[in-house]
C-alpha cells in the first residue's frame, strides 16, 4: 500500500522516467545521483516499484529506529553504516555471490551535501562480483529519472568515475548547488526551476 501511494505521489507530480534498465542483467550495482534532498529516497522507491526492477537501497543505519526500520525494510532500504564501507562491501559481495539475482542501489556521494570525494564501495562491490554498473540520474528541472546504459568498470577508477561524474553533472538535484560538478560546470541554483 505504501509502494502504491508512493507510486501515486510520483506521478501526479508529474514525473517520468527516460531510458530503460535492463531486466535481462541478473546482477547489477546502480549507482544514483545527484543526490541533494530526503525526497530521492521517494523517487527511487517509485522507481523500483513502477519499472518491476527490484533492488535493495542503501540508507544510512541512524534512520534504522523502530518503528521507522520497519516501513525502510518494506519499502526496499538496507541498513549501512558509512564510518565502515568494508563490512557493507563484504556483506554485498557475498549476496551476491549467493544469489542468481541481486541488485543494489548506492549513492557514492555519501550524503545530500556536496560530495567530491565518493565513496567507492560500488567500483570494488562491481569489480568483485563482474557486475555491471547502471547509473541512474534524477534530474528536478525536467521532473525525469534517467536510466543510462550499463557499464562494466574497469581497472581505472579515477576514469570511470570521471565519465560517471562528467554525466551526472549534467542532472540537477532538487538543490543544484549541492550537486555534482565536473571540472569547470558553474551551475548555479538559479538556473533550474523546481
Same mark, same amino acid.
Given at each position: 500500500?505504501?509502494?502504491?501511494?508512493?507510486?501515486?505521489?510520483?506521478?501526479?507530480?508529474?514525473?517520468?522516467?527516460?531510458?530503460?534498465?535492463?531486466? #535481462?542483467?541478473?546482477?547489477?550495482?546502480?549507482?544514483?545521483?545527484?543526490?541533494?534532498?530526503?525526497?530521492?529516497?521517494?523517487?527511487?522507491?517509485?522507481?523500483?516499484?513502477?519499472?518491476?526492477?527490484?533492488?535493495?537501497?542503501?540508507?544510512?543505519?541512524?534512520?534504522?529506529?523502530?518503528?521507522?526500520?520497519?516501513?525502510?525494510?518494506?519499502?526496499?532500504?538496507?541498513?549501512?553504516?558509512?564510518?565502515?564501507?568494508?563490512?557493507? *562491501?563484504?556483506?554485498?559481495?557475498?549476496?551476491?555471490? *549467493?544469489? #542468481?539475482?541481486?541488485?543494489?542501489?548506492?549513492?557514492? *556521494?555519501?550524503?545530500?551535501?556536496?560530495?567530491?570525494?565518493?565513496?567507492?564501495?560500488?567500483? #570494488?562491490?562491481?569489480?568483485?562480483?563482474?557486475?555491471?554498473?547502471?547509473?541512474?540520474?534524477?534530474?528536478?528541472?525536467?521532473? *525525469?529519472?534517467?536510466?543510462?546504459?550499463?557499464?562494466?568498470?574497469?581497472?581505472?577508477?579515477?576514469?570511470?568515475?570521471?565519465?560517471?561524474?562528467?554525466?551526472?553533472?549534467?542532472?540537477?538535484?532538487?538543490?543544484?548547488?549541492?550537486?555534482?560538478?565536473?571540472?569547470?560546470?558553474?551551475?548555479?541554483?538559479?538556473?533550474?526551476?523546481?
Amino acid at each position: 500500500m505504501i509502494k502504491w501511494c508512493i507510486s501515486y505521489w510520483f506521478k501526479m507530480k508529474g514525473w517520468k522516467f527516460t531510458g530503460t534498465l535492463p531486466k #535481462r542483467m541478473k546482477k547489477s550495482v546502480i549507482v544514483v545521483g545527484p543526490h541533494t534532498s530526503r525526497q530521492d529516497f521517494f523517487l527511487g522507491v517509485a522507481v523500483s516499484h513502477l519499472s518491476k526492477f527490484h533492488s535493495r537501497m542503501l540508507v544510512n543505519k541512524k534512520y534504522f529506529w523502530f518503528p521507522l526500520n520497519k516501513v525502510l525494510d518494506h519499502l526496499g532500504a538496507f541498513p549501512f553504516d558509512p564510518k565502515n564501507p568494508k563490512s557493507t *562491501e563484504l556483506y554485498w559481495v557475498n549476496k551476491f555471490n *549467493e544469489r #542468481r539475482k541481486c541488485s543494489v542501489v548506492m549513492v557514492p *556521494e555519501s550524503g545530500k551535501s556536496r560530495n567530491d570525494d565518493w565513496d567507492l564501495t560500488f567500483h #570494488r562491490l562491481a569489480r568483485k562480483t563482474g557486475s555491471p554498473v547502471a547509473m541512474v540520474a534524477l534530474d528536478y528541472k525536467t521532473k *525525469e529519472v534517467k536510466f543510462h546504459t550499463h557499464f562494466f568498470p574497469t581497472e581505472d577508477i579515477d576514469r570511470d568515475v570521471d565519465f560517471m561524474k562528467n554525466w551526472l553533472s549534467t542532472y540537477h538535484g532538487k538543490y543544484p548547488d549541492q550537486g555534482i560538478f565536473r571540472q569547470g560546470n558553474t551551475v548555479q541554483a538559479s538556473q533550474v526551476n523546481n
